[in-house]
């Protein structure tokens, strides 16, 4: 499984873009780069996911480098309520079912 | 709601008890997980079931037996607990993502495990 490295802490405004790196310099060609976030004590949510091309969504953006060992989470405009730990995974696989694994995340606190 | 309904919320257990905890969801998914989050940890992989098949054991201890009698179902039978088994254990399932684009995992809200 490839491996990701986050920061273990960012602090960011609200109402300003909050910007979170990752590191996974191992991943391979066809593995795909998914985010989750975790709000304190509740069960991860899915963000957003991407294999090459840059993705957007409601809820963030996803910038993953060309040549795929970094990628950023960009929250556009941050509000209280996306102080969580976000978390940076690269997705693999075990007989079919899809295999993910959480390393330390991104506490992220956004500050009024 | 995510769609996934863990039961109970919260149990405190002694260890010589035996307890179960219940997982299900109706999303249609064939996949299943359980996840132990431990205190200022991260979230560690337990079991993978895939149509109701064992996939993965992630070097779990006995005292944890999981089960899952459909791909709608999933138990977490737990027995002889430690102290140091006290946990938010997460449920989660997701789709077969062969031909599929967008496999998100969806997670319960957990049990929140006391072993005392």
């Known amino acids: 499984d490839a491996k990701t490295t986050q920061p273990p802490s960012m602090d960011c405004a609200e109402g300003r873009a909050a910007n979170l790196p990752c590191n996974h310099s191992t991943i391979s060609g066809n593995e795909y780069v998914y985010w989750y976030r975790q709000i304190h004590s509740q069960g991860p949510q899915y963000i957003i996911h991407g294999l090459k091309n840059n993705e957007t969504n409601e809820m963030a953006s996803l910038i993953i480098t060309e040549d795929r060992k970094s990628s950023t989470l960009i929250l556009p405009h941050a509000t209280l309520r996306d102080t969580a730990v976000y978390y940076c995974i690269v997705r693999g696989f075990i007989q079919g079912a899809q295999k993910l694994v959480f390393g330390q995340g991104t506490r992220l606190t956004i500050n009024p | 709601e995510t769609g996934v309904t863990q039961t109970p919320r919260h149990l405190v257990m002694g260890m010589t008890n035996k307890k179960s905890l219940k997982c299900e969801q109706h999303?249609?998914?064939?996949?299943m997980y359980w996840y132990k989050q431990s205190a200022k940890k991260p979230l560690e992989l337990m079991f993978v079931y895939n149509f109701k098949e064992q996939t993965e054991n992630n070097s779990v201890p006995s005292r944890f037996s999981p089960e899952c009698p459909n791909s709608s179902h999933l138990f977490l039978h737990l027995h002889t607990l430690q102290p140091e088994d006290s946990a938010l254990y997460l449920c989660?399932?997701?789709?077969?993502?062969?031909?599929?684009?967008?496999?998100?995992?969806?997670f319960g809200q957990g049990t929140r495990l006391t072993v005392v």
């Open positions: 989660a399932s997701s789709q077969d993502p062969a031909g599929l684009m967008n496999t998100e995992a969806f």
């Open positions: 999303l249609g998914h064939n996949a």
